[in-house]
């Protein structure tokens, strides 16, 4: 189930768009926020506990920080697409490399921490969905053919079971085990407080946010 799920999340996602043709996504904001909120807490009460014990702090401080800049640069290429934003021109056919390369790369190392801290893989899929099914409201509305719309989103549901995989058969990623963590830690603190700033119409009070993001907190404390 652990390679399993993240496929079906994307895959499934992508066929809901297709079928209810949804052209709103003000709709997710709400669930980015409480996907963004979940995630975070998760990466706190999980993963920096084990990074902590397993090496020396500043070690760990300093990939955290490589993955928070890791994250900045493969935005650069997907232009904001892990947070719920495609700001790409709908009216362009080709194949958008940059963003395919950078989402995959994105979601391989998302599988990493699921191999040993499997309720990581909860917070991966709440991540995952709400993304998939934008990026599947984008592709669908664009001029890019099905054909390679399906596969770019094939191709990216299987990359996070990937790097599970890989985590769990490949004796140097056990070896390095604190700093690919840490990394990873750096990308899904950068994913996700970015998803909890940019979830609110001009940063004004919004109590339904509020309301999510603190039952997205407490979902990943009872888990």
Not at 18 to 40: E, M, Q, W
Not at 94 to 102: A, D
């Amino acid at each position: 189930m652990t390679y399993l799920l993240p496929i079906l999340a994307v895959l499934l996602s992508f066929c809901l768009v297709y079928v209810t043709k949804p052209d709103n996504k003000s709709h997710f904001k709400l669930i980015l926020a409480f996907s963004g909120a979940f995630l975070l807490a998760l990466t706190i009460f999980e993963l920096f506990p084990s990074v902590y014990e397993s090496a020396d702090a500043k070690t760990v401080g300093v990939f955290v920080m490589l993955g928070i800049l890791l994250q900045i640069f493969l935005e650069f290429f997907s232009k904001g697409a892990e947070h719920g934003h495609v700001h790409i021109e709908h009216d362009k056919s080709g194949f958008p490399w940059p963003i395919f390369i950078s989402l995959c790369i994105h979601s391989f190392l998302e599988g990493f921490p699921i191999e040993h801290h499997h309720t990581i893989l909860y917070g991966v899929l709440v991540h995952k969905i709400p993304i998939a099914i934008i990026l599947s409201i984008f592709f669908l509305n664009s001029k890019i053919a099905f054909a390679k719309a399906l596969l770019f989103i094939t191709i990216f549901s299987l990359m996070t079971p990937l790097g599970s995989y890989l985590a769990g058969h490949a004796q140097w990623v056990e070896a390095y085990y604190a700093p690919i963590t840490s990394l990873v830690i750096g990308v899904f603190l950068h994913i996700s407080t970015v998803i909890l700033f940019e979830s609110s119409e001009g940063h004004s009070f919004n109590l339904r946010k509020i309301l999510v993001i603190i039952l997205g907190i407490l979902f990943a404390y009872f888990i």
